[in-house]
Nanobody
Framework: QVQLVESGGGLVQPGGSLRLSCAAS????????MSWYRQTPGKERELVAI????????NYSDSVKGRFTISRDNAKNTVYLQMNSLKPEDTAVYYC?????????WGQGTQVTVSS
């Protein structure tokens, strides 16, 4: 079965950095598009970044472009989200996600709090 396990969240000061990891299993990771979403209370889940299997091409939301970098390690079945120049508005629960056989799967989420 598909499993996604995020790690790396925490409390960081504005301007700081964090790296999130998502360990995946239960599907062929190397051929899957992997994405990171985030959600704050009362708001819909927002797509932050996606990395495709072809040429590791990527897309980012405008709110994080130039500050966040998504990457993948197919040997480790892991996708990463490097977050730099963090802002208080980046505070959210971050979720790793994959669409597998027309069903979207989610990890349990990891809390990122940006505050002084």
């Amino acid at each position: 079965q598909v499993q996604l396990v995020e790690s790396g969240g925490g409390l960081v000061q504005p301007g700081g950095s964090l790296r999130l990891s998502c360990a995946a299993s239960g599907f062929t990771f190397s051929t899957a598009a992997m994405s990171w979403y985030r959600q704050t209370p009362g708001k819909e889940r927002e797509l932050v970044a996606i990395i495709f299997s072809i040429a590791d091409s990527t897309n980012y939301s405008d709110s994080v472009k130039g500050r966040f970098t998504i990457s993948r390690d197919n040997a480790k079945n892991t996708v990463y989200l490097q977050m730099n120049s963090l802002k208080p508005e980046d505070t959210a629960v971050y979720y790793c996600s994959v669409n597998h056989w027309a069903r979207r799967y989610w990890g349990q989420g990891t809390q990122v709090t940006v505050s002084s």
